[in-house]
């Protein structure tokens, strides 16, 4: 069984900087790709940063040169390292993890399926 469990939002002034974990249970990055995404009540979930099986790094155009992706194969663990951030940043992120078998999320050509339970981000003006 595959969870996964984000923890690191919080509240931060504009400018400032928050790195996001997720653990994961029962998948390892050599099983497929992963995503962060964000979700703003009303709105639909917007994939903002991606890491596939190689390494390879994809961002949201919103995000480029102020979020990192990245993930430590020994911990289990995937992290965004958020910069600069701005209030158009607040949202609930979301990491996930590629299932290309009953994925029903598609980002990058890949399908998505399994889900943490999320971690809230609000930045202030």
């Known amino acids: 069984q595959v969870q996964l469990v984000e923890s690191g939002g919080g509240s931060v002034q504009t400018g400032g900087s928050l790195r996001l974990s997720c653990v994961m249970i029962?998948?390892?990055?050599?099983?497929?790709?992963m995503v962060w995404f964000r979700q703003v009540p009303g709105k639909k979930r917007d994939g903002v940063a991606a890491?596939?099986?190689?390494?390879?790094?994809s961002y949201a155009d919103s995000v480029k040169g102020r979020f990192t992706i990245s993930h430590d194969n020994a911990k289990n663990t995937l992290y965004l390292q958020m910069n600069s951030l701005k209030p158009e940043d607040t949202a609930m992120y979301y990491c996930?993890?590629?299932?290309?078998?009953?994925?029903?999320?598609?980002?990058?050509?890949?399908?998505?399926?399994?889900w943490g339970q999320g971690t809230q981000v609000t930045v202030s003006s």
């Open positions: 996930a993890a590629e299932d290309s078998v009953y994925g029903r999320t598609w980002y990058g050509g890949c399908r998505f399926g399994f």
């Open positions: 029962g998948y390892t990055f050599s099983s497929g790709s």
């Open positions: 890491i596939d099986k190689d390494g390879k790094t």
